[in-house]
């Protein structure tokens, strides 16, 4: 039998980690794959890139309204063989998109991948806080969403890369290789760990619960202002200029640059979070906010979406180590409302893009994304108890010795 792994140092939990970002590259890739093939995917269906948008509304949804039951539901299944089974959803999901004859059919397989994605992220979430000794879990949990950075970096880009080449179908088809293949490099490399972990309930459980209900609703406003823009970066760049050839290149370039956020979040955040966190709002919104005074000036829109793609390199970090350390609810629990509120932002920003798209058009977008971003830049700098300062070192996420039901 197997034994749980035992918290330490980020040298000693490295396997985890990679196991952990390897899964998580999978995942990202698998909910996003469709915002590069977008166009392709709306001409061979025939469907509007609007409709065609709504693969990730879709998805995003069904991630928003499952991730709290189903983490509550699956709370006493052990948790490495929880995360396993959601890998091999994603790979089936995918297999089922590739062979897809109807959009209806598309959108049905993405909905499985939605659920799956629904436990996903809220066990990896937890699982990473678990790895480590508390004082580090922000640098685990940024070394872990490295791995969303590199589906940006790699998954996303060459998806569209190789759809552009050969067709949408076979981007999907090898995403799905790729996913099973993950599947029994995690099996290898993953250590299990305990489940619970919910803090005590004690005075100061209240404080903990609305400082962490501040973090997630942030969390959900700032995807929203993302996703309202970035669903709908392949049609900007388009309309911008760039050939559709490049596209793929040019969206491996900006992905890349979204691993330098995910550096800095991981050098800083453990010590100043809250600076580290209006660092990269403000590259987020300040990007957006270019990107609106630019378009549709090719070279000026490249300058700025690479500003925004940085910025966002290390948003999903900062919220989720924010999260974990307010101490509200069980790790699990915890990752389940950070997905839950990340992907209302997703959903959310597909269709708020979607409307402003067809109404106010394509300039408009970038403008309704920054002013989001702007509120959650603001709550931040109001809300010093859910973002502190400084992390104190003295508190820490219990482990499942001192409480083991979900908050």
């Keep these: 039998m197997t034994r749980p792994a035992v918290r330490g140092g980020i ?79 994603y790979t089936l999901s995918n297999v089922l998109v590739a062979v897809a004859p109807t959009f209806a059919v598309v959108a049905a397989a993405r909905a499985l991948g939605g659920a799956s994605h ?30 969303a950075s590199a589906g940006f970096v790699l998954g996303v880009p ?27 490099l995690i099996a290898w490399l993953l250590p299990p760990v305990p489940g ?17 209900a501040v973090v997630v609703t942030t969390n959900a406003l700032t995807y929203l202002g993302q996703y309202t823009v970035y669903t709908y970066v392949s049609v900007l760049l388009l ?3 760039l050939t559709e050839s490049a596209l793929g290149p040019a969206l491996l370039v900006l992905g890349a640059l979204g691993l330098v956020g995910t550096a800095f979040a991981a050098a800083r955040l453990d010590h100043r979070p809250r600076r580290t966190t209006v660092v990269m709002l403000v590259a987020v919104g300040g990007g957006l906010l270019g990107l609106g005074l630019v378009f549709p000036g090719l070279v000026g829109v490249l300058v700025a979406t ?25 790790p699990d629990m915890t990752g389940a409302l950070v997905n839950t509120t990340a992907n209302l932002g997703i959903g959310g920003g597909a269709a708020v893009g979607a409307l402003v798209l067809a109404g106010a ?9 920054a002013g989001m971003i702007l509120a959650a830049l603001v709550v931040v700098l109001l809300a010093r108890r859910a973002f502190p300062a400084l992390t104190d070192a003295s508190h820490s996420v219990p482990t499942a010795g001192q409480g083991t039901q979900d908050a």
């Design 361 to 369: 058009g394509l300039d408009a977008v970038p403008f309704v994304g």
């Design 158 to 184: 060459l998806s569209t890369a190789l759809g552009a080449a050969v067709g949408w179908r076979a981007s999907f088809a090898v995403l799905a290789g790729v996913c099973a293949v993950t599947t029994l």
């Design 239 to 241: 309309a911008a200029g």
């Design 306 to 330: 690479a500003v925004w793609s940085a910025g966002f390199g290390g948003v999903a970090s900062v919220f989720q180590s924010a999260a974990i350390k307010a101490h509200g609810a069980s």
């Design 11 to 89: 040298r000693e939990a490295a396997g985890g980690i990679v196991a952990l970002s390897l899964a998580t590259f999978v995942a990202i890739t698998t909910e996003l794959v469709p915002i590069g093939l977008l166009p392709l995917i709306s001409t061979d269906l025939d469907v509007t890139e609007s409709v065609a948008g709504l693969l990730v509304t879709a998805y995003a949804l069904m991630v928003a309204a499952l991730a709290v039951p189903l983490t509550l539901g699956t709370r006493r299944l052990p948790r490495k063989g929880l995360l396993l089974t959601t890998l091999g959803i």
């Design 196 to 212: 619970g972990g919910a803090p005590p309930a004690d005075a100061a459980r209240s404080a903990r619960r609305a400082a962490l």
């Design 118 to 147: 629904a436990v996903f992220f809220s066990v990896s979430i937890g699982y990473a806080s678990r790895l480590v000794r508390p004082h580090l879990t922000g640098r685990a949990l940024a070394l872990v969403t490295s791995g």
